[in-house]
């Protein structure tokens, strides 16, 4: 079942060690079936270098298995609620990557100080709060993506403008219209939130660069009046 959906999930899943995102098995990937709406997603706790594309655990909107023999991870619920909540999303990454993750421990934005992250998101990287004791101990998955949610909605957030987030005290999620997309922006997330520490460090009075430099970087590249690139 979906077996070319396996495939492309898989593979997407061995770019995360290969591009230094990942150590041991603290991260995943998960891409949906645009016809079925179903969910193919890396098995739990497997080691990237035993795992193979059958391992691909299929799963439906409420998580239940339909295709696989091992559990899926352990953060299906996250992904799940982000895709009930934004259906136009094909693709999610969730890593601990060391300098996005640090971000996200300090329980901070990842502020837009220049145009490498312009480019590819739209303002800040926003970090949502930090789940309560109650949440914790309820439906601890589910409620990390319906805190990230919440903080989409408050904020007014376009999530494919910024298709990232941070998760105080936790790590890093990103997104995209395909598997693909989505470890694409978890590396550039990567190399964005280090050169936010680089540079804070350079000037800790720094500011976030002009909305006129944040917008021409971004629009260039994104939007119907799009110009970068080839057509």
């Not at 061995?14 to 991260?27: F, I």
Request: aromatic fraction near 8%; hydrophobic fraction near 40%.
């Amino acid at each position: 079942m979906l077996e070319q959906l396996k495939e492309r999930v898989f593979q997407a899943n061995l770019l995360l060690p290969r591009q230094g995102l990942v150590k041991y098995t603290w991260g995943n990937v998960s891409g949906k079936d645009e016809e079925t709406g179903l969910i193919v997603i890396k098995p739990s706790g497997v080691p990237y270098e035993t795992m193979k594309a059958g391992d691909m655990v299929v799963i439906d909107q409420d998580g239940k298995v339909v295709d696989g023999s091992l559990k899926p991870s352990s953060d299906a619920p996250t992904h799940l609620v982000l895709y009930k909540s934004y259906p136009k999303l094909g693709g999610i990454v969730h890593t601990h990557s060391t300098e996005a993750t640090a971000w996200a421990q300090a329980g901070q934005d990842i502020p837009l100080y220049g145009t490498t992250h312009a480019d590819y998101f739209a303002g800040s990287i926003p970090c949502a709060r930090a789940l309560t004791e109650e949440e914790i101990n309820g439906e601890y998955e589910k409620n990390t993506g319906l805190v990230m949610v919440e903080t989409l909605i408050n904020r007014g957030i376009n999530l494919m403008y910024i298709p990232a987030m941070l998760v105080a005290f936790h790590g890093v999620f990103t997104w995209g219209e395909d598997p693909e997309s989505a470890v694409a922006n978890a590396g550039v997330l990567e190399e964005v939130a280090r050169l936010a520490r680089f540079t804070r460090q350079i000037n800790p009075n720094v500011l976030p660069a002009d909305d006129a430099l944040r917008d021409k970087h971004f629009y260039r590249k994104h939007g119907a009046n799009a110009y970068y690139g080839q057509n």
